[in-house]
């Protein structure tokens, strides 16, 4: 279990007030947000606004350099002059830059990081951006990364193949990957939007795509949980010949371990022999042995008295 320390909040915080054309907005993706806490003290991680899914919007103060509005400033300046955190964030949308995004028809691609934030949180930014799109149904986001925000609608299937293009070459370049998971604009807000259900024929693509950044994130995650004495698994990912990507991980009996979210595990022993399973199969036969962590991305971590 990852525990985040708690200490009094610092004494050189950044004051006065900032005036409202320092303020930046900076978007935020929950894998991030989830390797900071497991590496800091709670009060030094960023003050972020949830927009919906896994995506987090914070705001920087740019002065003679930029800093990030933490937890403890922001309790601060709640504190010190009963200023609240939603009204930075609007200060900052209202400096934020409109109609940077290109524009293809149906779909669009924002790559102004603070425009894109801007779209997300503040409803005159939203309305403006969708009302310069020719797009069919509701409008879907995607923040692949902080630069590459992609607006389309809920009923474009070239929107889509576009998103999926985009997300592969960003992928496959290893870029910091905020989200590979949609939302969609209903009701005045964010909420999770189900392409794979909406669009079967790019399912496989879809399912493809969300496994190759779930590694990436893996990855970025592992040097942060290294501890000694236990074994941070790492996620490989299979190529199946019909173009299906699966992914796997390997446990050794008698290791601790902290265990990736897999389709399968590889279960091996000391004489070189190998099991493979689905993760929910050995998660059953591991029973109270594995236990979910609160990391983000997920990791179970496994008792080496584990019998599996």
């Known amino acids: ?39 800091g003290d709670a009060d030094d991680l960023p003050r972020t606004k949830h927009v919906g899914g896994e995506l987090f919007v914070g705001v920087d103060v740019l002065g003679d350099r930029r800093t990030t509005v933490t937890q403890a400033q922001d309790r601060a300046w709640y504190e010190q002059s009963d200023v609240r955190f939603p009204a930075l964030t609007r200060d900052a949308a209202w400096r934020a830059p409109y109609g940077a995004e290109e524009r293809h028809g149906g779909h669009c691609e924002i790559s102004d990081e603070e425009q894109a ?26 923040a692949l990364t902080a630069t590459c925000v992609i607006a389309t609608g809920s009923d474009d299937e070239d929107g889509m193949r576009f998103i999926l293009d985009r997300a592969r070459q960003l992928v496959d370049a290893g870029a910091d990957i905020l989200s590979v998971h949609p939302l969609v604009w209903r009701n005045g807000q964010w909420l999770p939007f189900d392409w794979r259900g ?21 990855a ?22 019909d173009g299906a990507v699966t992914t796997r991980a390997v446990w050794r009996r008698g290791t601790r371990a902290l265990l990736p979210v897999v389709d399968e595990i590889v279960v091996e022993d000391t004489r070189g022999s190998a099991a493979v399973m689905p993760m929910a199969e050995f998660l059953e036969r591991a029973g109270s042995e594995a236990t979910r962590t609160d990391a983000a991305p997920t990791r179970y971590a496994v008792a080496r008295s584990a019998s599996v």
């Open 117 to 142: 934030a801007a779209f997300l949180v503040n409803r005159d930014h939203t309305a403006r951006v969708i009302a310069r799109l020719d797009k069919r149904g509701d409008t879907v986001v995607i």
């Open 1 to 39: 279990m990852i525990r985040i320390r708690r200490r009094p909040a610092p004494a050189s915080l950044p004051w006065p007030l900032p005036r409202w054309n320092t303020l930046h907005l900076r978007l935020y993706g929950a894998a991030d947000l989830g390797m900071r806490a497991s590496s």
């Open 198 to 218: 909406g669009f079967p024929r790019l399912a496989a693509r879809i399912d493809a795509v969300v496994r190759r950044a779930g590694a990436l994130h893996y």
């Open 220 to 241: 970025a995650q592992g040097p942060a949980l290294a501890r000694r004495g236990i074994v941070v698994a790492e996620v490989e990912l299979v190529e199946h010949a």
